[in-house]
């Protein structure tokens, strides 16, 4: 059973950046799309970054492109979204997901209805 742990989230100034992480445990295939998704109050969740493991394919919004990077540790089995010159609309919840995938499938897209397991959250407040 894949589990997901987010950390790293806190409240940082305008213009400043942070490093999210997403721990993974309990992969049992060889290849899996991570993402990571934020939801602000009265808002939808949206995609902000995937990458396709073992691939290093990624994707990201266009809200947060070229200000967000989403990277993995494999020995440490865990997924980084580095953030910078955050705006007051990046602050949300946070979270991290991820779903298997078949051999040759390296699609991550960021769509909530893609994935599978999802962690419980990190809340990023910019102010």
């Known amino acids: 059973h894949v589990q997901l742990v987010e950390s790293g989230g806190g409240t940082v100034q305008v213009g400043g950046s942070l490093r999210l992480s997403c721990a993974a445990s309990?992969?049992?295939?060889?290849?899996?799309?991570v993402a990571w998704f934020r939801q602000a109050p009265g808002k939808e969740r949206e995609g902000v970054a995937g990458r396709f493991l073992l691939g290093g394919s990624t994707s990201y919004s266009d809200s947060m492109k070229g200000r967000a990077s989403i990277s993995e540790d494999r020995a440490r089995g865990t997924v980084y979204l580095d953030m910078n010159d955050l705006k007051p609309e990046d602050t949300g919840m946070y979270y991290c997901?991820?779903?298997?995938?078949?051999?040759?499938?390296?699609?991550?897209?960021?769509?909530?209805?893609?994935?599978?397991?999802w962690g419980q959250g990190t809340q990023v407040t910019v102010s």
């Open positions: 309990g992969y049992s295939y060889r290849s899996y799309c």
């Open positions: 997901a991820t779903v298997a995938k078949v051999y040759g499938d390296t699609w991550c897209p960021l769509d909530t209805s893609h994935y599978n397991y």
